[in-house]
């Protein structure tokens, strides 16, 4: 396995600079792709690239979304010989002292996504706590199965090569839909999920780029285009499901 780590980044840099350091006490090649950040935040990314020899910075020219950046990530690693990739948001929600248990979990089970499944503090947001659980339950139908755990965590660890097939197969959604719907379509496709619990804080004074209208209402599309597709699959869905391996 040659893993990598993916880092979305729309001008998040209060805890950048924490991560990054982090991740390289790891030694774990980097890259991180700027999402058509502001002038300040870009030249900011900039000067850590020079700073980490094992950080390398991609750039969008404007603003695509936290979907569309991971997916530039993802195709950046594959082309470069990576297996799998790590991603992790820029914003220092995601505890990285649990990197090393997902690493674990996809060196065992190379063909499986392996993602965080959140344990939250009382500083989640209650309409976003409640917001997850809709779509637990919507993501159970589109798949008929209990088995993904959580589709919004935006820690995990793909295997990469079933991913760019999924990316040349379709379009996916590129903000924040794109968490749950490539972990769908990806179990349509055979690509089963594996979950380990992992503690997921929102930092005071923290940004978040979440548009609740815009967002939600692609969400909500995402899930109606999603029960419908499943429909076409059920007899897949119920006699071929996917296996962790």
């Not at 980490?52 to 082309?79: I, M, P, R, S």
């Not at 755990?149 to 079933?162: E, H, I, N, Q, T």
């Amino acid at each position: 396995m040659k893993l990598c780590v993916v880092i979305p980044n729309y001008n998040h840099t209060h805890a950048i600079d924490d991560v990054i350091a982090q991740l390289s006490a790891e030694r774990l090649d980097i890259v991180m792709v700027d999402d058509g950040s502001n002038e300040q935040a870009h030249r900011h990314f900039s000067s850590l690239a020079q700073r980490y020899d094992n950080l390398t910075l991609v750039c969008h020219e404007y603003n695509q979304g936290k979907g569309g950046a991971v997916q530039t990530g993802l195709k950046w690693a594959f082309a470069q010989g990576y297996t799998h990739a790590l991603q992790v948001d820029a914003d220092g929600q995601h505890c990285l002292q649990d990197i090393a248990r997902l690493i674990e979990s996809a060196k065992k089970y190379p063909n499986t996504i392996i993602s965080g499944r959140p344990v939250y503090d009382d500083s989640v947001p209650k309409h976003r706590y409640l917001s997850r659980y809709i779509t637990h339950f919507w993501v159970w139908v589109e798949t008929l199965s209990l088995s993904i755990k959580d589709s919004m965590c935006g820690f995990r660890v793909y295997p990469l090569a079933p991913c760019i097939e999924l990316f040349n197969s379709c379009e996916l959604g590129k903000r924040m839909d794109f968490d749950i719907e490539v972990m769908v379509r990806m179990y349509w496709r055979g690509t089963a999920s594996k979950f380990v619990e992992t503690q997921v804080i929102y930092p005071e004074n923290g940004v978040s780029h979440f548009q609740p209208l815009n967002d939600n209402l692609k969400i909500s599309w995402l899930h109606t285009r999603l029960f419908f597709g499943m429909l076409v699959r059920i007899p897949k869905l119920i006699f071929a499901r996917p296996k962790v391996r």
